[in-house]
């Protein structure tokens, strides 16, 4: 895997990184989880709105057993380019897996990246900016998504 160039890896993964990511008779055997895991390769699960599940079963024993098996997971150079995307699932008439509906909406690119300044940190009030800017609550946001507004307001903070 090119780390260098964004990319994107959608489908159908056919497991769940977690069990809050199925409801049924059996959880998911807890090897299963720690493989997945570590095949995943340093990507990011693309959050899913609406729907926490892509995948339901037949129904049997009078439960339907509900997972997200569905997903599309990046690198950091792809979510660098795309952080404002949505991944939403639909549910459809002729499968048991949802559709999923990536929105993408690119940033213009900047044309000087932010780099900290090592002269900074000789300032009094340096380690005290970062902090504030870094403590502030941003609510509940993904942990991307919180990253990329720390590291904003620190930079507008310093800059």
Same mark, same amino acid.
């Given at each position: 895997?090119? *780390?260098?160039?964004? @990319?994107?890896?959608?489908?159908?993964?056919?497991?769940? $990184?977690? @069990?809050?990511?199925?409801?049924?008779?059996?959880?998911?055997? !807890?090897?299963?989880?720690?493989?997945? !895991? *570590?095949?995943? /390769? %340093?990507?990011?699960?693309?959050?899913?709105? %609406?729907?926490?599940?892509?995948?339901?079963?037949?129904?049997?024993? /009078?439960?339907?057993?509900?997972?997200?098996?569905?997903?599309?997971?990046? /690198?950091?150079?792809?979510? @660098?380019?795309?952080?404002? =995307?949505?991944?939403? =699932?639909?549910?459809?008439?002729?499968?048991?897996?949802?559709? $999923?509906?990536?929105?993408? @909406?690119?940033?213009?690119?900047?044309?000087?990246?932010?780099?900290?300044? =090592?002269?900074?940190?000789?300032?009094?009030?340096?380690?005290?900016?970062?902090?504030?800017?870094?403590?502030?609550?941003?609510?509940?946001?993904?942990?991307? /998504?919180?990253?990329? *507004?720390? *590291?904003?307001r620190c930079k507008r903070e310093l800059t």
């Amino acid at each position: 895997m090119n *780390r260098k160039e964004p @990319q994107a890896f959608f489908g159908d993964f056919n497991d769940v $990184l977690s @069990q809050d990511e199925k409801v049924g008779i059996h959880p998911q055997p !807890r090897i299963y989880l720690e493989t997945f !895991r *570590r095949i995943d /390769n %340093g990507l990011i699960d693309v959050d899913l709105k %609406g729907s926490k599940f892509t995948w339901f079963s037949n129904l049997r024993n /009078n439960i339907i057993t509900r997972e997200k098996l569905d997903r599309v997971m990046v /690198n950091w150079k792809w979510m @660098q380019i795309y952080h404002n =995307a949505i991944l939403k =699932a639909t549910l459809t008439v002729s499968s048991n897996h949802c559709t $999923l509906i990536l929105e993408t @909406q690119p940033l213009v690119q900047i044309k000087k990246e932010f780099r900290f300044e =090592a002269v900074w940190a000789e300032h009094e009030e340096c380690k005290e900016v970062i902090k504030w800017s870094w403590n502030l609550d941003d609510g509940n946001r993904s942990c991307w /998504n919180q990253f990329v *507004r720390k *590291r904003n307001r620190c930079k507008r903070e310093l800059t």
